[in-house]
């Protein structure tokens, strides 16, 4: 009876979901690595979710090369995903755009009997097609949600396989993840995620690895500033002299000047305010004027304006006496300045600035949610335009600017850059004011657009501050869940450090506020709610 207690016991350890798993590490590699591919190419779901567990904590260098194999797997599926994504996605608004023309008809025509008739037999099947076209893009949303899992499973996967290698094995491993995730065909985002999986790795040949990605003059902007923020996170001490030294760089560098920004930020150290009271001085900084006065309120507790001369003025008769904060002080917005663009009361120093504006049918009801006839006087799209022309008038000539509108599509005024001018503005503030609101509230693929616009792997961006505005939620495109689209600007602003300013406009049911703060605070932008 006891024997056979026992045989139970075990057999029940045995079946109990993910037990196995425990044991993965002690299994000779070749069955790990065979159960991890197998794994990883099934067509459960479940299955395919436990595929990196196979390898978590094994102590062979080969199994740093296999979970690199595997994230390239997963982004060929992603890629997949996405050209499905997109032809599902103009299918959808085919019909939305169909169904926005039936209405303008119908609201064109004497409305009579047969006018309706004809509305409700045009929009039926077209509003059944949506459904259908609704749940084949929400599927396929779930899929790509899934894949990006994955990927978080590798980076996992990564950082305990490299914390459990065995003394000279460190090199051979951190050179497959270098020439697979930092290499020719890598992007922005696998050199976060590169360091991401590096990031928890307390061993010394990491640090350096991270610190001679830091100063690897050929490397891309994204690996060099994601290198410095994790340095920055594990106080490395090298890396606030090397922060404090790139404040000389020349704007060609402001990505790398921004991220230098950050790190002092997150060192907190009194030795950064000088330097940074100095920067301030700089005529040719632009958006980075704000960023340094922020990161100079976060060190002191101070608010002395975004220029060197009332900072240098009470730093020469404080700094004897001067304790720092224990904490950083949580970034206030300053008082309005002279300079800059304003855009519904956030202001900007930068002269590269990308506007994302929501257009979607709400947009033409009025601030207080009502819906009435379209178009009238109190409609949000009203003063949207006029805070839009106005930014954009207000952009000093020479600088770089676009504007991209959203509904359930994405219209970007230009494909690129365009230089400010008298002539542009004008032909800017033409179109703005002929695009009517429709349609539903595609906030993905919008931030996705103009974030591609923006990455660039070397030299200055061609824009390096969006503004985003929208009176609603994600109701259409390729990801509409909240938090997934921002785990994916998280990524995007990582890689370029971007800014973005994020408005608000209309009630507490009418936007997702929670989501518009996290937005903003992951860009380190401002928030403005209008309305309500």
Known sequence: ?????????????????????????????????????????????????????YLRDRTEVAAVGEICWGVKEIQ???????????????????????????????RDSDRGPKDIERFNKATRKLEKDMAKARREIKQLENDWIRERALEDSATRALGSVLTALPEGNMEEALGFLREAWTGENSTPEDHVRWVESLTDVKRKEVTDELFRALNNGEASNSVRVAAMDALARRRHGETLGRAMGMLKLTRAYSPLISGAIHALTIFHDRRAIVPLIGFLGRMDIGRL???????????????????????QSWW??????????????AAEPGAKQKEGVTFYGIQTFSDRVLFIVDVSASM?????????????????MVTARKELSGAVYNLPNGGNFNVILFNHEVLPWQTGVVKVSESTKKKCERWINSVPPAGLTNVHDALELGFRLVFRTTGEPDFDTIFFLTDGKPTAGKVQKADQI???????????????????????????EEFLKELARIGRGDYARRGG
Do not use: C
């Open 1 to 53: 009876m006891h024997r056979l207690v026992v045989t139970l016991t075990v057999l029940g350890w045995l079946f109990i979901p993910g037990a196995s798993l425990a044991k993965e590490a002690d299994r000779p590699f070749p069955g790990a690595k065979s159960a991890f591919r197998k794994a990883l190419r099934s067509k459960t779901a479940d299955e395919r979710a436990r595929a990196f567990d």
């Open 76 to 106: 060929k599926q992603a890629k997949k995903l996405k050209k499905q994504q997109k032809a599902a996605i103009k299918g959808f608004d085919d019909k939305t755009n169909k169904i926005e023309a039936a209405k303008k008809d119908f």
């Open 289 to 311: 004027r704000g960023d340094a006065h922020a990161a100079l309120k976060s060190l002191t507790g101070e608010k002395h304006g975004p220029y060197m001369e009332p900072w």
């Open 316 to 329: 020469e008769d404080n700094q004897k006496t001067f304790k720092m904060p224990p904490e950083p002080v």
């Open 364 to 380: 033409d009801w009025a601030l207080g949610g009502q819906r009435g006839e379209p178009g009238g006087e109190k409609a949000k």
């Open 486 to 512: 921002l785990a994916q600007v998280k990524e995007w602003v990582q890689a370029s450090q971007t800014q973005i300013h994020v408005v608000g406009i209309g009630g507490d049911s009418d936007i997702d």
